[in-house]
């Protein structure tokens, strides 16, 4: 089992960055894939990007390829996501999630979550 805790999140204008970090606690952190998963008020939640168990391999959503970048280090067991340009529409509640199952883009394949955390992108 695996344990998340996401920050990073809060308050930017349009065209500006902010990196999501989500932590995880456990030995076994470099067993798990890893993503990131957004949800907008009253929408269901989406599949943002995912990594690989070394970090070698990323996919992301066509929404977000060339602005956002997740990357992991194994050795903080630490994830994260760095967004740059953002857009109004970025504005979510944005949620690390875990799974052992394989780099995936369906959120119900995720296994562990963690609680979330807010980013809202002023137009």
């Known amino acids: 089992q695996v344990q998340l805790v996401e920050s990073g999140g809060g308050l930017v204008q349009a065209g500006g960055s902010l990196r999501l970090s989500c932590a995880a606690s456990g030995r076994t952190f470099s067993e798990y894939y890893m993503g990131w998963i957004r949800q907008a008020p009253g929408k269901e939640r989406v599949f943002v990007a995912a990594i690989s168990l070394s970090g070698g391999s990323t996919y992301y959503a066509d929404s977000v390829k060339g602005r956002f970048t997740i990357s992991r280090d194994n050795a903080k067991n630490t994830v994260y996501l760095q967004m740059n340009s953002l857009k109004f529409e970025d504005t979510a509640v944005y949620y690390c999630?875990?799974?052992?199952?394989?780099?995936?883009?369906?959120?119900?394949?995720?296994?562990?979550w963690g609680q979330g955390t807010q980013v809202t992108v002023s137009s």
């Open positions: 999630a875990a799974n052992k199952g394989g780099i995936t883009s369906r959120p119900p394949s995720y296994d562990y």
